[in-house]
């Protein structure tokens, strides 16, 4: 999936959109992908969480064991419910 960087839309593909390239001595196009909400090019591939539903970037989720099960989690979700403190360390 991806997510537009300026309006934050999630998208599985992006539309395309001609640019003109150059004027000289005739025109010339390249087809450019867009954001199908805003139109933006500025856009970045995601994953979503498992445990909450939030789109993250691939470099913010982490895969944990759950009853044997592997799920993709995000590190705001790993915090709060996965991680355990190393022995003697926990608060009190």
Known sequence: MLRCE????????????????TNDPYPMYENIAVCPECGSTEMEYVEECEECGCWVSPDEMLEVSDNGEFKNVCTDCYDDIYFVPPEGTEEE
């Open 6 to 21: 300026d309006c934050g839309e999630v998208f599985e593909s992006p539309k395309t959109k001609k640019s003109l390239v």
